[in-house]
């Protein structure tokens, strides 16, 4: 754990100094495609090959790799937003009590507009602790009440598990939404990277009429094509933080069955309801091998007539969302995504 503290303390240093030191200091950039990252993303890139909570795959233990990431998320996290307050509590999950945390954030008088967020994680990893910063800023820059859902993860729970939890979740939330202060005409659904991916689900769900619809979609860095047959994941396959192999191991702890993978609560990209998706903010990052399956669904949802807005985010990494507390540049694109949503309630 002391190693984790020291990471995290020094990459809070290292990527506030000014960009002419940081690209120094990263080294000879890559470029691909006529672009390179950030100077912080190519500072993370170094330091991530150090990182033990970013590899589970290769580490071996699990156990080891879930205690590393929550509490790398819960200092990264650290000091965001404090004027937000928070309220633990659970939800009965179909398959037994999981965790809710509340964000709260001042001078926003009930009943708020809310959404329910979903963390990254691979399907694996992750929690609410993880994504505590995340959620900070969201509630305080978008002047919503966030609700914080924990799910239950693979390899103990594989699909649909997650995708049954997050369908579950919004409409407890939604059933619920007087209690917590929420006004349900403006409650959204919104995750990362596989949170992304649930938040999709239960977008899609609610399209087929199988709960109420979400008033907007916030995806971010979404998973969306468990084939992984894409483009950018040839070019970023190896050493843009998340690698190929890492996001295979990944896919394969959660869809345990390779005829699976093109489900369309597996691979949103697939699902054919898109009349009467809620408006969407899908954010990609424009290196990370998730990208072109984010674009993708993005395209999709625009051609059906969905409202839609897309940001490619060039220089980032993926997982800019549990990255807000320490990277400037992870922060600017969570704070944009903030502004979407808030926009996107006040015109629901």
Known sequence: MLLVRSIMIGLRWLLRL????????????????????????????????????DAPHQNGSLAR?????????????????????????????PGGPLPLRRYEPAGVPAPAPAIVYFHGGGF????LDTHEGACRLLAEEAG???????????????????????????????????????????????GDSSGGNL?????????????????FSLLLSPATDALGSSES?????????????????????????????????????????L????????????FDLLRDEGEAYAARLAAAGVPLVHRRHEGQLHGFANRVGIDPDARAAMVHAAGVLRAGLALG
Do not use: K
């Open 18 to 53: 000014p960009s002419p030191v940081l690209r120094v200091l990263a080294g000879r950039p890559v470029v691909v495609d006529g672009r390179q990252p950030v100077p912080t993303a190519r500072m993370l890139m170094r330091v991530s090959r150090f990182a033990p909570f």
């Open 65 to 93: 790799a879930r205690t590393e990431l929550n509490l790398a998320g819960a200092l990264a996290g650290a000091g965001i937003c404090p004027g937000v307050r928070t309220r633990d509590s659970g939800w009965p999950g």
């Open 124 to 127: 694996v990893l992750g929690g």
């Open 144 to 190: 919503v009440r966030v609700v914080s859902i924990g799910y239950r993860l693979a390899p103990e729970h594989p699909f649909p598990a997650a995708a049954s939890d997050a369908v579950a979740a919004f409409a407890f939330v939604h059933e619920h939404a007087g209690e917590f202060g929420i006004d349900p005409a403006r409650l959204a659904v919104g």
């Open 199 to 215: 938040a999709a689900v239960v977008a899609h769900a609610a399209a087929r009429g199988e709960l109420p619809r979400p008033a």
């Open 233 to 273: 994941h040839r070019q970023f396959g190896s050493g843009f933080r998340l690698d190929r192999d890492e996001w295979a191991w990944y896919r394969d702890q959660y869809v345990r069955d390779p005829a699976l993978y093109a489900d369309p609560r597996a691979s949103v990209l697939y699902d054919d309801a």
């Open 275 to 286: 009349e009467g998706l809620p408006p969407t903010y899908v954010a990609t990052c424009g």
